[in-house]
Structures are given as C-alpha cells and as structure tokens.
Nanobody
Framework: QVQLVESGGGLVQAGGSLRLSCAAS????????MGWYRQAPGKQRELVAA???????NYADSVKGRFTISRDNAKNTVYLQMNSLKPEDTAVYYC???????????????WGQGTQVTVSS
C-alpha cells in the first residue's frame, strides 16, 4: 500500500513562512505528478500547486510569486515553500500523488491525511 505522510504545518504570523513536506512510501515505481491542495472551513478543496515528474508546474493564481513547489523524485517527496503568508492562506493542506505506479496494472491516486496551516493577522 502507498502512504503519503505530510509534515511542516503550524501557526505563523502574516508575512511569515512555512515549508510543507510530503513523502510517499510503499512499493512505488514512479509517480506522474505530486501536488498540494487546501481546504478552508466552508469552502471546497482547491489546487494550490502541482508538479509533474517532468518538471511542469501549475500554481493557483492566489499563491503565484509566494509559494514554490519542488520535488525529489528519488525520494518520492514533494515540498511546498510558502512565503509571505496571508490569513486567507489558512486551511488544511493535503498532499496528492497522482498517477502512482506500483506492482499493480494501473496507476492510482493517493491523498495525505492533511496538515493544518494557520496564519494569524
């Protein structure tokens, strides 16, 4: 079984920084894309940033210029560096691994358990 373990969330003041990490473990051959989503209270889950194995990135407009996603393919780990944080960034952040190839015949998607990020004003 594949598991995603996140770390790095917490409480920070507006203007501060946090770095999230997510490590995928299991009998993984490769992962097509890894990314971060977030869900604030009363809102739908939304894409924050995603990074393909080839290096293509996709960012939400609200985080462009402030957040940076990076990935270590050898470690099946994805990072999210979050700078200039704002109170509206407060949410539970979920790691996503899309197109995970294992010893099964098809690729599957997996989610982490979520990590809380709270930005105080």
């Amino acid at each position: 079984q594949v598991q995603l373990v996140e770390s790095g969330g917490g409480l920070v003041q507006a203007g501060g920084s946090l770095r999230l990490s997510c490590a995928a473990s299991g009998s993984i051959f490769s992962i097509d894309a890894m990314g971060w989503y977030r869900q604030a209270p009363g809102k739908q889950r939304e894409l924050v940033a995603a990074l393909s194995r080839a290096g293509s990135t996709n960012y939400a407009d609200s985080v462009k210029g402030r957040f940076t996603i990076s990935r270590d393919n050898a470690k099946n780990t994805v990072y999210l560096q979050m700078n200039s944080l704002k109170p509206e960034d407060t949410a539970v952040y979920y790691c996503n691994a899309a197109g995970v190839w294992t010893d099964r015949d098809k690729a599957e998607d997996y989610w982490g358990q979520g990590t809380q990020v709270t930005v105080s004003s």
